[in-house]
């Protein structure tokens, strides 16, 4: 089976006050047709800007500096704004954190659902009506033919999510990118909507782009996993590999610093110190060396590539070449055992 | 009732005093029916609850949004005013207190807010900011005043220099630091935290609230955390109380609350979570609690939770249940074993 999505060497680049700033750099990863992929990271790691590269909306002062993207074989960075354009909604769709702000709130649900039909698959409208009305109940909206004339300010947070899916997943598209989708919901919302998404998936073979900063939703949909730091991949794995032996020790501090359900209360996280570099002040050599433990003089001069550590496990540290990584591993689980 | 009760059981000889007793406390807000501003009826965000908040420790105060939980933090510092109920605050009873009666109680009970840039002024320096108030309310000295800003900052892990900067010049995290400090700077007793790390990366959360739990220590603070990720409730609590629809429908030890969750809702809550673990994966995906929050503005009869949940039975539609008064207390008819 040939890849869906292929990024290739992504350098992405701003233009702003201050001259030019690398936002996205080197970042290369495939996505198989029908499964999902994750993108995780702090807020200005780049992973959202990364999916707008893909959909081509990056908009005026952003630009592909360097690198390619290529979905169903076809060079996305080389095609026209019109083949994008017939490309968007039909073939990719993206669902985005606040579905509030993507819904039109002047136009009934249905039609803007119908929208896309009319438009991608030139149905007519009143087959376009049944569609909605289907794909209305699908996501789960009870009562569909009253709820389609509904306005998106009539409706709680997760059923607009639910319309947002609808409308994203109408013209059956081969890939949805998911941004941040659960992270403005509830939790018990977060978990509808994270059910709803594998269900459609298995029904129509969607393979999902999930960017989000939420290692529980990762855990709990992804196949593989980039991690992104400071706008670098730093560690791709399968998601079991990647939760059962982080190698990269930002991987491992994200990891630890989620609070966990099983410790005991009122211990300490092991925090991550300090804070993600400016844009205008990337550190030299790797990028993380400032908040890593176990920096060397090394990983302050020279910056580390990703690297294939066997089975589709690509790590960006220079420790991961000796014999000290698996140190990293041994000393990880220690500290565990003590926090346990 | 007892007034004086141990709550950490690593330290039996501690004994702690009532800081704050909320009694049977309720926060309407009216509904207005949008064309000829008549009062139909009243959203009761908060509903007849009663709460203790003992010197020393967090409470955690969980639930989906529109619960009430913001509601009823702000109503105890009396932001909101209180519809019914009482408010005593240090012995005093707070509930009915003028602005300026209000004005030296306010000082020991602060709030830390969710986006801390939101509530600091743009244009002003942080060392201006917070040397404000300690001059309007003579805290300090115009010469001492300087070092207290330094103090400040210290204890909330920044640099003097920082003072000389303005808000945008810092990252989340750093804000939040910010907005610690200026709580702080009335030496107060009780912080109510309303989601204070939740707008924060991961990284920085677990810092936000490890410098919490070094300024509870060291200065002897009481929070009410108020926060719906759960994990980091249960990282700094001591007790946690779960709202639903305005009502408290669970409250415990944490360990106990989450070994042995007693209220269905608070079991669905707990298992919403997606554990950071792709082998749990399969375990999780078979209780789900399905629809949404009802309105608060016309909640469900009975067992406000009746509609959504699985072990309702007629007397659940019927009958409220009240809040056991327990060490563990629960609003159930038919709590869990």
Redesign the interface.
């Known amino acids: 089976m040939g890849e869906l999505l292929k990024v290739e060497r992504l350098q992405i680049a701003f233009r702003g006050d201050q001259g030019e700033t690398i936002s996205v750099e080197d970042v290369s990863f495939a996505i198989q047709p029908g499964e999902t992929m994750a993108i995780v990271g702090e807020s200005g790691c780049g992973k959202s800007v990364t999916s707008l590269a893909i959909m081509g909306l990056l908009g005026a002062s952003g630009s592909i500096k360097r690198g390619y993207i290529s979905f169903l074989d076809t060079n996305l960075t080389a095609a026209s704004e019109q083949q994008l354009r017939k490309m968007r909604g039909s073939q990719v769709s993206m669902i985005f954190q606040e579905p509030m702000t993507s819904l039109n709130p002047v136009m009934p649900i249905g039609r803007q659902i119908e929208e896309a039909l009319r438009l991608h698959l030139k149905s007519s409208r009143k087959e376009a009506r049944q569609s909605a009305i289907d794909m209305l109940r699908k996501v789960g909206i009870p009562r569909p033919e009253t709820i389609a004339k509904a306005y998106p300010h009539m409706l709680s947070g997760g059923m607009r999510q639910r319309v947002m899916i609808a409308i994203a997943l109408i013209c059956q598209p081969k890939l949805l990118i998911a941004d941040e989708p659960t992270t403005a919901l509830d939790v018990t919302i977060q978990a509808q909507i994270i059910e709803l998404m594998q269900t459609l998936q298995a029904e129509n073979g969607t393979a999902i782009l999930l960017v989000t900063h939420d290692l529980g939703v990762v855990a709990a949909m992804a196949d593989h996993v980039a991690v992104m730091y400071a706008g670098q991949i730093v560690e791709a794995a399968d998601v079991y590999t990647l939760f059962r032996s982080p190698r990269h020790p930002y991987t491992q501090g994200l990891m630890n610093s989620i609070p966990r359900l099983d410790a005991i209360s009122g211990g300490r996280a092991p925090a991550i110190p300090g804070q993600v570099p400016s844009l205008h002040e990337m550190p030299t050599g790797c990028r993380f060396h400032p908040r890593c433990p176990y920096a060397e003089a090394s990983c302050r001069e020279l910056q580390p590539e990703l690297m294939e550590t066997g089975d589709r496990h690509r790590v960006r540290c220079w420790l991961t070449e000796t014999s000290e990584a698996d140190q990293i591993a041994v000393h990880r689980d220690t500290r565990q055992k003590v926090a346990l | 009732m007892n007034e004086t009760v141990s709550f950490l059981d690593?330290e039996p000889a501690i004994e702690h005093k009532p800081l704050m007793q909320i009694e049977r406390l309720s926060t309407h807000y009216p509904l207005r029916s949008a064309l000829f501003s008549r009062r139909a009826g009243s959203v009761k965000a908060v509903d007849d609850v009663s709460l203790t908040l003992y010197e020393g420790e967090t409470v955690g105060l969980v639930g989906?949004?529109g619960c009430g939980k913001s509601t009823l933090g702000r109503t105890i510092i009396r932001l909101e005013p209180a519809h019914s109920g009482r408010i005593r605050f240090e012995g005093d009873d707070i509930t009915h207190y003028t602005p300026k009666q209000l004005i030296p109680a306010r000082m020991r009970m602060q709030m830390i807010f969710q986006d801390p840039y939101g509530s600091l002024n743009p244009r002003m320096r942080i060392g201006d900011m917070l040397a404000e108030p300690l001059l309007v309310h003579r805290l300090a000295s115009r010469k001492d005043v300087r070092r207290e800003v330094d103090r400040l900052l210290g204890l909330v892990g920044l640099p003097a220099s920082a003072g000389n900067r303005y808000p945008h010049e810092f990252?989340?995290?750093?804000r939040q630091r910010i907005g610690i400090a200026r709580a702080l700077s009335f030496r107060p007793k009780l912080l109510v935290c309303d989601e204070p790390v939740s707008a924060l990366?991961?990284?920085?959360?677990?810092?936000i609230?490890?410098l919490l739990?070094d300024l509870q220590q060291e200065l002897k603070l009481t929070y009410l955390f108020i926060a719906?990720?759960?994990?980091?409730v249960?990282?700094?609590?001591?007790r946690v109380a779960v709202m639903y629809l305005g009502k408290i429908v669970e409250l415990a030890d944490?360990?106990e609350l989450?070994r042995k969750p007693r209220h269905p809702y608070t079991q669905?809550?707990?298992n919403?979570?997606?554990?950071?673990?792709?082998?749990?994966?399969r375990e999780?995906?078979r209780v789900?609690?399905?629809g949404?929050?009802p309105s608060p503005a016309n909640p469900p009869s009975g067992c406000r939770f009746h509609t959504r949940c699985p072990y309702a039975e007629q007397r659940c539609r019927i009958e409220e249940p009240l809040l056991t008064e327990n060490r563990h207390a629960v609003a159930c008819h038919y709590p869990l074993e």
């Open positions: 690593r989906e949004s990252s989340g995290g750093q990366d991961v990284s920085i959360q677990a810092q609230l490890n739990q719906h990720g759960i994990g980091a249960k990282q700094i609590s001591t944490t360990e989450f669905l809550l707990l919403a979570y997606p554990p950071p673990d792709p082998a749990l994966r999780r995906a789900i609690l399905h949404d929050v």
